[in-house]
T-cell receptor, first 114, second 114 residues
């Protein structure tokens, strides 16, 4: 069955380190997204991509970057991790032009920055 | 500013009882409203979706309603089960972007006790 996976599921790092979170989907969806989820907030969009070589900033993109070299993967990089980036990160994908714009979410990565 | 407000923040009910969760939104222009269920440690999974012209949608014991005039939605759960314990997130999609910009509510945490 097609799916979307994230790795690692849990990560502890130190302030200032570079961290990369992986996202892999097998639906062949063109659109992919990264969100963060924090207490007191709904999911907030970090970056998104419409397809290979395309990336766009979301509402909370500062300190994060993404790259899209193939359809299946959208890794999220924290250039210099900060304590404010402690959060749960969700990757999602969506078929371009898909009915009702449904996004399918991965299981999440819990990141702790000490 | 597009916003989605959910109430209550949390709810505890006994197994077998019914409950109703509320969602108010100010997203414009409106495209569709979706209710997601998020189990602890998992990504959100879609339960129902409604467009402007739909005022009710069922999925098993879950029934969602939409009043586009008052910009309110509710999710009614009938004959609750222990497995219904989760966070329920109201998500509203706006038109005007190719990926369907999503605004997430903070969620209602439902706990079902035996």
């Amino acid at each position: 069955d097609a799916e979307i996976t994230q790795s690692p599921r849990h990560k502890i790092t130190e302030t200032g380190r570079q961290v990369t979170l992986a996202c892999h989907q097998t639906w062949n969806h063109n659109n992919m997204f990264w969100y963060r989820q924090d207490l007191g907030h709904g999911l907030r969009l970090i970056h998104y991509s419409y397809g290979v070589q395309d990336t766009n900033k979301g509402e909370v993109s500062d300190g994060y970057s993404v790259s899209r070299s193939n359809t299946e993967d959208l890794p999220l990089t924290l250039e210099s991790a900060a304590s404010s980036q402690t959060s749960v990160y969700f990757c999602a994908s969506r078929e371009a032009g898909g009915r009702y714009n449904e996004q399918f979410f991965g299981p999440g990565t819990r990141l702790t920055v000490l | 500013k597009n916003q989605v407000e959910q109430s209550p923040q949390s709810l505890i009910i006994l197994e077998g009882k019914n409950c109703t969760l509320q969602c108010n939104y100010t997203v414009s222009p409106f495209s569709n409203l979706r209710w997601y269920k998020q189990d602890t440690g998992r990504g959100p999974v879609s339960l129902t979706i409604m467009t402007f012209s739909e005022n009710t949608k069922s999925n098993g014991r879950y029934t969602a309603t939409l009043d586009a005039d008052t910009k309110q939605s509710s999710l009614h759960i009938t004959a609750s089960q222990l497995s219904d314990s989760a966070s329920y997130i109201c998500v509203v999609s706006a038109t005007g972007t190719s990926y369907g910009k999503l605004t997430f509510g903070q969620g209602t945490i439902l706990t079902v006790h035996p």
